[in-house]
């Protein structure tokens, strides 16, 4: 079994900054495509941002700038750096991957619990 599991989720004043992360665990043989994606109240769940295996990069319009993903592979784990918040960026964060597990070839998309932002005065 793989788990996802985020921490770092918390209430921030506007402007302010938070630091996500986001560690695998279980019978993983690798890990391809990491990403956080939130979901606002009411709203669907969007891309935040994704990073490969290689790092590559790419985020939704609105976070560029202000969020930064990155990846520790050695640790199987993805973080979000989150600065200059927003409350409109107040949201569900959820971290997903792409998996092989010991018994399986193919990357098969995981997910998070998600964890709560909320960004208020």
């Known amino acids: 079994q793989v788990q996802l599991v985020e921490s770092g989720g918390g209430l921030v004043q506007p402007g302010g900054s938070l630091r996500l992360s986001c560690s695998a665990s279980?019978?993983?043989?690798?890990?391809?495509?990491m990403g956080w994606y939130r979901q606002a109240p009411g709203k669907q769940r969007e891309l935040v941002a994704h990073?490969?295996?290689?790092?590559?990069?790419n985020y939704a319009d609105s976070m560029k700038g202000r969020f930064t993903i990155s990846r520790a592979n050695a640790k199987n784990t993805v973080y979000l750096q989150m600065n200059g918040l927003k409350p409109e960026d107040t949201a569900v964060y959820y971290c997903?991957?792409?998996?092989?597990?010991?018994?399986?070839?193919?990357?098969?998309?995981?997910w998070g619990q998600g964890t709560l932002v909320t960004v208020s005065s």
């Open positions: 279980g019978s993983i043989n690798s890990i391809s495509g």
């Open positions: 997903n991957a792409h998996i092989a597990t010991m018994t399986s070839e193919y990357h098969i998309e995981y």
């Open positions: 990073i490969t295996i290689g790092g590559i990069t």
